[in-house]
Protein backbone atom coordinates (compact mmCIF):
# COMPACT_ATOMS: atom_id res chain seq x y z
CA UNK A 1 0.00 0.00 0.00
CA UNK A 2 1.21 3.24 -1.12
CA UNK A 3 1.45 6.25 1.33
CA UNK A 4 -1.15 7.96 -0.84
CA UNK A 5 -4.12 5.01 -0.12
CA UNK A 6 -3.78 6.89 3.81
CA UNK A 7 -6.34 9.52 2.30
CA UNK A 8 -8.89 8.78 0.10
CA UNK A 9 -10.68 12.09 -1.85
CA UNK A 10 -14.40 11.33 -3.27
CA UNK A 11 -13.35 13.55 -6.15
CA UNK A 12 -11.66 10.63 -7.15
CA UNK A 13 -7.91 11.67 -6.96
CA UNK A 14 -6.85 9.17 -5.23
CA UNK A 15 -7.10 5.32 -5.32
CA UNK A 16 -10.36 4.50 -3.07
CA UNK A 17 -9.99 2.11 0.25
CA UNK A 18 -12.37 1.08 2.82
CA UNK A 19 -11.90 3.44 5.68
CA UNK A 20 -14.13 3.50 9.18
CA UNK A 21 -14.65 7.12 9.01
CA UNK A 22 -16.32 8.93 6.41
CA UNK A 23 -15.73 12.51 7.49
CA UNK A 24 -18.55 14.67 5.09
CA UNK A 25 -18.79 18.61 3.98
CA UNK A 26 -20.45 19.88 1.37
CA UNK A 27 -20.86 16.97 -0.93
CA UNK A 28 -17.07 15.87 -0.49
CA UNK A 29 -16.60 12.43 1.62
CA UNK A 30 -13.07 11.86 2.89
CA UNK A 31 -12.73 8.12 4.00
CA UNK A 32 -10.31 8.00 6.55
CA UNK A 33 -8.62 5.58 9.44
CA UNK A 34 -10.85 6.20 12.76
CA UNK A 35 -7.49 5.25 15.16
CA UNK A 36 -4.91 7.88 13.33
CA UNK A 37 -7.81 10.66 13.10
CA UNK A 38 -8.24 10.14 17.19
CA UNK A 39 -4.35 9.93 17.55
CA UNK A 40 -3.90 13.41 16.15
CA UNK A 41 -6.77 14.98 17.03
CA UNK A 42 -7.93 16.06 20.32
CA UNK A 43 -11.51 16.92 19.30
CA UNK A 44 -12.30 13.74 16.93
CA UNK A 45 -10.71 12.00 20.23
CA UNK A 46 -13.37 13.14 21.82
CA UNK A 47 -15.76 12.81 19.18
CA UNK A 48 -15.39 9.38 18.09
CA UNK A 49 -14.27 7.49 21.55
CA UNK A 50 -16.89 9.13 24.03
CA UNK A 51 -20.14 8.50 23.78
CA UNK A 52 -22.33 12.10 23.67
CA UNK A 53 -25.81 11.25 24.54
CA UNK A 54 -26.43 15.48 23.04
CA UNK A 55 -24.47 14.51 19.69
CA UNK A 56 -25.81 11.20 18.42
CA UNK A 57 -23.61 9.59 16.57
CA UNK A 58 -24.57 10.46 12.90
CA UNK A 59 -26.13 7.49 10.66
CA UNK A 60 -26.08 8.95 7.20
CA UNK A 61 -24.60 6.05 4.93
CA UNK A 62 -21.72 7.20 2.86
CA UNK A 63 -22.64 7.08 -0.97
CA UNK A 64 -19.36 6.64 -2.83
CA UNK A 65 -19.36 2.98 -2.60
CA UNK A 66 -17.82 3.15 0.88
CA UNK A 67 -20.68 0.62 2.41
CA UNK A 68 -21.65 0.74 5.89
CA UNK A 69 -18.67 3.35 7.39
CA UNK A 70 -19.86 6.12 9.75
CA UNK A 71 -20.33 9.02 8.47
CA UNK A 72 -19.35 12.51 10.30
CA UNK A 73 -20.49 15.85 9.28
CA UNK A 74 -17.92 18.28 9.57
CA UNK A 75 -18.47 21.65 10.72
CA UNK A 76 -18.72 24.29 8.01
CA UNK A 77 -16.30 26.69 9.48
CA UNK A 78 -13.90 25.70 6.25
CA UNK A 79 -13.92 25.04 2.61
CA UNK A 80 -13.62 22.17 1.33
CA UNK A 81 -10.16 22.68 0.00
CA UNK A 82 -8.98 23.70 3.67
CA UNK A 83 -10.48 20.40 5.07
CA UNK A 84 -8.09 18.94 1.98
CA UNK A 85 -5.15 20.51 3.06
CA UNK A 86 -5.86 19.54 6.66
CA UNK A 87 -6.33 15.81 6.26
CA UNK A 88 -3.67 15.85 3.69
CA UNK A 89 -1.43 17.05 6.72
CA UNK A 90 -2.53 14.49 8.97
CA UNK A 91 -2.68 11.35 6.36
CA UNK A 92 -0.37 12.22 4.38
CA UNK A 93 2.54 14.53 5.23
CA UNK A 94 5.60 12.57 4.21
CA UNK A 95 4.65 12.90 0.82
CA UNK A 96 4.94 16.52 0.51
CA UNK A 97 7.32 18.71 -1.01
CA UNK A 98 10.60 19.41 1.19
CA UNK A 99 9.90 23.23 0.16
CA UNK A 100 8.17 25.31 2.36
CA UNK A 101 4.16 25.29 1.34
CA UNK A 102 2.10 27.79 0.25
CA UNK A 103 1.25 30.70 2.34
CA UNK A 104 -2.51 29.79 2.01
CA UNK A 105 -1.95 26.20 2.75
CA UNK A 106 -0.02 26.77 6.02
CA UNK A 107 -2.66 29.22 6.92
CA UNK A 108 -5.39 26.40 6.14
CA UNK A 109 -3.34 24.22 8.21
CA UNK A 110 -3.04 26.55 11.13
CA UNK A 111 -7.05 27.51 10.71
CA UNK A 112 -8.20 23.78 10.86
CA UNK A 113 -5.59 22.29 13.68
CA UNK A 114 -6.65 25.31 15.96
CA UNK A 115 -10.16 24.00 15.52
CA UNK A 116 -9.59 20.49 15.46
CA UNK A 117 -7.20 20.59 18.60
CA UNK A 118 -4.25 18.92 16.35
CA UNK A 119 -1.32 20.28 18.54
CA UNK A 120 1.41 18.77 15.56
CA UNK A 121 -0.58 20.84 12.77
CA UNK A 122 -0.32 24.04 14.81
CA UNK A 123 3.40 23.70 14.96
CA UNK A 124 3.89 23.29 11.95
CA UNK A 125 2.07 26.01 10.60
CA UNK A 126 3.65 28.24 13.32
CA UNK A 127 7.13 27.01 12.42
CA UNK A 128 6.65 27.59 8.40
CA UNK A 129 4.49 31.15 8.39
CA UNK A 130 7.32 32.44 10.60
CA UNK A 131 9.95 32.19 8.07
CA UNK A 132 7.82 32.48 5.08
CA UNK A 133 9.07 35.31 3.08
CA UNK A 134 5.15 36.20 1.82
CA UNK A 135 3.67 35.96 4.92
CA UNK A 136 1.82 39.29 5.02
CA UNK A 137 1.90 41.58 8.01
CA UNK A 138 -1.90 42.42 7.71
CA UNK A 139 -2.46 38.48 7.71
CA UNK A 140 -0.03 37.80 10.10
CA UNK A 141 -2.03 40.18 12.73
CA UNK A 142 -5.17 38.79 11.46
CA UNK A 143 -4.30 35.26 12.33
CA UNK A 144 -2.27 36.14 15.80
CA UNK A 145 -5.38 37.92 16.96
CA UNK A 146 -6.95 34.82 16.17
CA UNK A 147 -5.25 32.25 17.52
CA UNK A 148 -3.95 34.18 20.61
CA UNK A 149 0.20 34.41 18.92
CA UNK A 150 0.72 37.22 21.01
CA UNK A 151 4.10 37.57 19.18
CA UNK A 152 2.49 37.49 15.79
CA UNK A 153 0.34 40.47 16.87
CA UNK A 154 3.41 42.54 17.85
CA UNK A 155 5.86 41.63 14.93
CA UNK A 156 2.95 42.58 12.64
CA UNK A 157 2.25 45.74 14.19
CA UNK A 158 5.72 46.72 13.89
CA UNK A 159 5.71 46.26 10.20
CA UNK A 160 2.37 47.69 10.01
CA UNK A 161 3.85 50.79 11.20
CA UNK A 162 5.98 51.08 8.17
CA UNK A 163 3.05 51.44 6.31
CA UNK A 164 1.46 54.32 5.84
CA UNK A 165 -2.35 53.97 6.71
CA UNK A 166 -3.30 56.01 4.20
CA UNK A 167 -1.32 53.71 1.91
CA UNK A 168 -3.44 50.26 3.44
CA UNK A 169 -5.83 48.05 0.93
CA UNK A 170 -9.22 48.32 2.02
CA UNK A 171 -8.30 44.32 1.97
CA UNK A 172 -5.72 45.18 4.39
CA UNK A 173 -8.10 47.28 6.78
CA UNK A 174 -10.87 44.63 6.85
CA UNK A 175 -7.87 41.75 7.97
CA UNK A 176 -6.80 44.09 10.57
CA UNK A 177 -10.08 45.44 12.11
CA UNK A 178 -11.59 48.70 12.89
CA UNK A 179 -9.57 48.87 15.96
CA UNK A 180 -6.10 47.65 14.80
CA UNK A 181 -6.39 50.72 12.22
CA UNK A 182 -7.16 53.34 14.28
CA UNK A 183 -4.31 51.86 16.75
CA UNK A 184 -1.99 52.34 14.14
CA UNK A 185 -3.62 55.94 12.93
CA UNK A 186 -2.93 57.36 16.49
CA UNK A 187 0.47 55.45 16.93
CA UNK A 188 1.93 56.80 13.51
CA UNK A 189 1.12 60.03 14.35
CA UNK A 190 2.39 59.88 17.65
CA UNK A 191 6.08 58.84 16.33
CA UNK A 192 5.29 61.12 13.40
CA UNK A 193 4.86 64.15 15.72
CA UNK A 194 7.91 63.18 17.84
CA UNK A 195 10.27 62.63 15.15
CA UNK A 196 9.17 65.61 13.85
CA UNK A 197 10.39 67.97 17.46
CA UNK A 198 13.47 65.46 17.58
CA UNK A 199 14.53 66.47 13.74
CA UNK A 200 13.51 70.34 14.11
CA UNK A 201 14.64 71.45 17.37
CA UNK A 202 17.87 70.34 18.68
CA UNK A 203 18.30 68.60 22.38
CA UNK A 204 19.93 71.54 24.38
CA UNK A 205 23.61 70.42 24.91
CA UNK A 206 25.03 69.30 27.75
CA UNK A 207 28.50 71.16 28.15
CA UNK A 208 31.27 70.07 30.29
CA UNK A 209 32.34 72.11 33.02
CA UNK A 210 35.57 73.33 30.94
CA UNK A 211 33.10 74.36 27.73
CA UNK A 212 34.66 78.08 28.13
CA UNK A 213 32.30 79.08 25.00
CA UNK A 214 28.98 77.55 25.44
CA UNK A 215 27.20 79.66 22.76
CA UNK A 216 29.86 78.65 20.10
CA UNK A 217 29.41 75.07 21.04
CA UNK A 218 25.59 75.15 20.94
CA UNK A 219 25.74 76.58 17.77
CA UNK A 220 28.08 74.09 16.69
CA UNK A 221 25.74 71.54 17.60
CA UNK A 222 22.53 73.00 16.35
CA UNK A 223 23.86 73.61 13.37
CA UNK A 224 25.00 70.05 12.78
CA UNK A 225 21.91 68.51 14.38
CA UNK A 226 19.76 70.14 11.72
CA UNK A 227 21.69 68.84 8.63
CA UNK A 228 20.55 66.23 5.73
CA UNK A 229 23.64 64.47 6.96
CA UNK A 230 23.04 64.66 10.55
CA UNK A 231 19.97 63.25 12.45
CA UNK A 232 17.73 65.45 10.48
CA UNK A 233 18.11 63.50 7.83
CA UNK A 234 18.75 60.38 9.87
CA UNK A 235 15.19 60.70 10.99
CA UNK A 236 13.14 61.59 7.49
CA UNK A 237 15.26 61.02 4.64
CA UNK A 238 17.02 57.29 5.66
CA UNK A 239 13.92 57.09 7.96
CA UNK A 240 15.96 55.41 10.94
CA UNK A 241 14.87 54.15 14.10
CA UNK A 242 15.58 56.28 17.39
CA UNK A 243 17.51 53.16 18.39
CA UNK A 244 19.79 53.03 14.92
CA UNK A 245 20.29 57.22 15.51
CA UNK A 246 21.31 56.44 19.13
CA UNK A 247 23.84 54.08 17.78
CA UNK A 248 25.08 56.37 14.57
CA UNK A 249 26.08 59.01 16.96
CA UNK A 250 28.79 57.14 18.83
CA UNK A 251 30.76 58.53 15.50
CA UNK A 252 29.01 61.05 15.04
CA UNK A 253 31.42 64.69 14.88
CA UNK A 254 29.52 68.00 14.72
CA UNK A 255 31.83 70.20 13.45
CA UNK A 256 33.91 72.35 15.52
CA UNK A 257 31.65 71.13 18.98
CA UNK A 258 33.49 70.69 22.19
CA UNK A 259 34.51 66.66 22.44
CA UNK A 260 33.11 66.63 25.78
CA UNK A 261 30.14 67.70 25.34
CA UNK A 262 29.03 66.15 22.54
CA UNK A 263 29.69 62.84 24.53
CA UNK A 264 27.74 64.41 27.92
CA UNK A 265 25.09 65.48 25.14
CA UNK A 266 24.42 62.16 22.79
CA UNK A 267 24.62 59.93 26.09
CA UNK A 268 21.61 62.01 27.27
CA UNK A 269 19.73 61.79 24.19
CA UNK A 270 18.86 57.42 24.51
CA UNK A 271 15.96 58.35 26.40
CA UNK A 272 14.44 60.75 23.51
CA UNK A 273 16.25 59.00 20.68
CA UNK A 274 14.08 55.43 21.60
CA UNK A 275 11.08 56.55 22.70
CA UNK A 276 9.00 55.65 19.57
CA UNK A 277 9.80 52.22 20.35
CA UNK A 278 8.32 52.88 23.69
CA UNK A 279 5.15 54.92 22.09
CA UNK A 280 4.85 51.51 19.55
CA UNK A 281 5.15 49.17 22.80
CA UNK A 282 2.58 51.02 24.73
CA UNK A 283 -0.07 51.02 22.12
CA UNK A 284 0.85 47.20 21.27
CA UNK A 285 0.28 46.27 24.74
CA UNK A 286 -3.20 48.15 25.10
CA UNK A 287 -4.12 46.36 21.53
CA UNK A 288 -3.61 43.19 22.53
CA UNK A 289 -5.80 43.53 25.69
CA UNK A 290 -8.85 44.41 22.90
CA UNK A 291 -8.29 41.77 20.15
CA UNK A 292 -6.60 39.13 21.01
CA UNK A 293 -8.96 36.03 21.40
ZN1 LIG B 1 30.12 72.86 25.20
Redesign the pocket.
Known amino acids: MSRHDWLYFADGTLTLQARDVTLAVDGTLFNVYRHHLIAKSGFFSGMLTLPNPNQPTPTLKASNGTSDSTVVPLPRNFTTVEYEKFLNFIFNIASWSPDIPLVADLCAILKTSHFFAVESGVEYAVHFLEAHANFPAPLQFRMGCDYSLVDWVTAAFDDLMAIPVNDMTPEDEELIGDKAFRALALTQAEVTDHRMSLAVCPPV?T??TW?RN?EY?QTQWDNAWTLMAGPLGWLFKEELSGAEIYKKLDLWVPAAM?GE?RFLTCTRLELDLTKEELIIDRAVAALIKLVVV
Open positions: PHACQCTC
